[in-house]
């Protein structure tokens, strides 16, 4: 069998983007090593973890910054689920601008931290904080940089376990792309248990998408759409909030994008569509939430180009839906899961608008106007006592 690394068939290259190429087409390999890394440290996480589960107050947060915040975003809503308790995703910048309110019920605390770098200034200082607030917290930090100050705060402290992803998921690129899927799968089998099945289930459909969709995705990237849409539901929320981003970012913010749930679309967001937009949505596998899901594509479908309405699922739609992309081989898996193989196909729908726009995937904004790691952001003390001036802060 031909590896995607090396098939003719796989995404070529434009001027600076080796790099995110790159690292779109590692994934499957990358979440089969993140896989057995999470099954090496088995044991030392359950024993970690085994105390804080027992707990039936603990309140789980899953925080993170932009792509990593939107990777808790989709996990905790699967999680609560299976775990059958308080699972959260809440972003570092919302915890470390206004702790007192996130951080005011004196729970015993789980807060689990995405990072690609650990590097960004809110990352540490969400931790700081929340062990400034709260009496009885531990920390998960799931990142790719063993030299990040993040791992470096948390590595060996006591009440905190670091996990490293795969040395190849520490992107190079402006966009997680690796980083943010292994992280969010190493997060399922950590919590979820291990899973085999799963992780080599969307391997395969990584490596179709690879090979079978690419012409199709580099032809949307042709039509001249200038605004596309993500609607997902539930967990698949957080996976349009990052779609929307990763096409923003690797075209330099030359096509708006926008995001929402299937329902929530309806209440006004709507406005944005017209002739020049096209329209991804991801249909969930839960039997209810589907329906949902289905009536608002063929909503869309009576009222825009049809061609302009692309739904990706799992398993085939009524025909009376139209066409859409099955990704095969991901019966059964709950949206968390099919997030990981569904964002392939907006990495690569960002890429392909960004080389047909001229941007540099891996560096889109070469005069520094965005930055691959946050910079400027000034962290200041916690005040005492509401509105009280803050007696210091701290340029990171």
């Known amino acids: 069998m031909t590896s995607p690394l090396t098939s003719p068939r796989v995404l070529t290259p434009g001027p600076g983007s080796q790099a995110t190429v790159r690292e779109i087409i590692q994934q499957p390999e990358v979440w089969r090593e993140a896989a057995s890394a999470i099954a090496a440290l088995r044991q030392e996480l359950d024993a970690f973890l085994a105390p804080l589960l027992a707990r039936p107050d603990l309140r789980i947060l899953l925080t993170g910054a932009g792509t990593s915040a939107f990777a808790g975003e989709i996990a905790a809503?699967?999680?609560?689920?299976?775990?059958?308790?308080?699972?959260?995703?809440?972003?570092?910048?919302?915890?470390?601008?206004?702790?007192?309110?996130?951080?005011?019920?004196?729970?015993?605390?789980?807060?689990?931290s995405f990072a690609r770098s650990g590097n960004s200034p809110e990352s540490i200082a969400a931790t700081r904080l929340a062990d400034e607030c709260l009496t009885d917290v531990s920390h998960l930090v799931l990142t790719c940089d063993r030299e990040g100050s993040l791992y470096r705060e948390h590595e060996g402290r006591e009440k905190s376990m670091t996990v490293l992803m795969p040395g190849r998921a520490n992107d190079e690129g402006f966009a997680m792309t690796s980083s943010f899927t292994s992280m969010l799968l190493s997060c399922l089998l950590i919590l979820g248990g291990e899973n085999d099945s799963a992780v080599n289930a969307l391997a395969a459909a990584a490596t179709q998408i690879f090979q079978s969709r690419q012409e199709a995705i580099r032809q949307l990237a042709a039509n001249g759409y200038d605004r596309i849409v993500y609607l997902g539901s539930g967990p698949l929320?957080?996976?349009?909030?990052?779609?929307?981003?990763?096409?923003?970012?690797?075209?330099?913010?030359?096509?708006?994008?926008?995001?929402?749930s299937a329902l929530g679309f309806r209440h006004g967001p709507k406005a944005v569509l017209d002739d020049n937009t096209l329209v991804v949505v991801y249909v969930s596998s839960d039997p209810y939430t589907c329906q949902y899901d289905l009536d608002i594509i063929a909503e869309l479908r009576s009222t825009q180009n049809p061609e302009s309405v692309i739904a990706i699922t799992s398993e085939p739609l009524p025909s009376s839906h139209g066409k859409s992309w099955v990704l095969e081989g991901l019966t059964g898996l709950n949206d968390a899961y099919l997030a990981v193989g569904y964002v392939i196909v907006?990495?690569?729908?960002?890429?392909?608008?960004?080389?047909?726009?001229?941007t540099t995937a891996d560096n889109p904004f070469p005069g520094g106007d965005v930055n691959r790691v946050v910079q400027g952001v000034s962290i200041h003390s916690l005040l005492p006592a509401a509105g009280e001036v803050a007696v210091a802060s701290t340029e990171l």
Request: charged residues 20%; aromatic residues 6%.
């Open 77 to 112: 809503p699967a999680l609560s689920r299976l775990l059958d308790r308080r699972v959260e995703g809440l972003a570092t910048t919302a915890i470390v601008s206004n702790p007192r309110e996130y951080l005011s019920e004196d729970l015993p605390t789980l807060l689990i």
């Open 237 to 260: 929320t957080g996976l349009a909030r990052e779609s929307a981003l990763k096409l923003l970012e690797l075209t330099a913010g030359q096509v708006v994008t926008y995001f929402d």
């Open 346 to 358: 907006a990495q690569i729908l960002g890429l392909s608008f960004a080389l047909q726009l001229g």
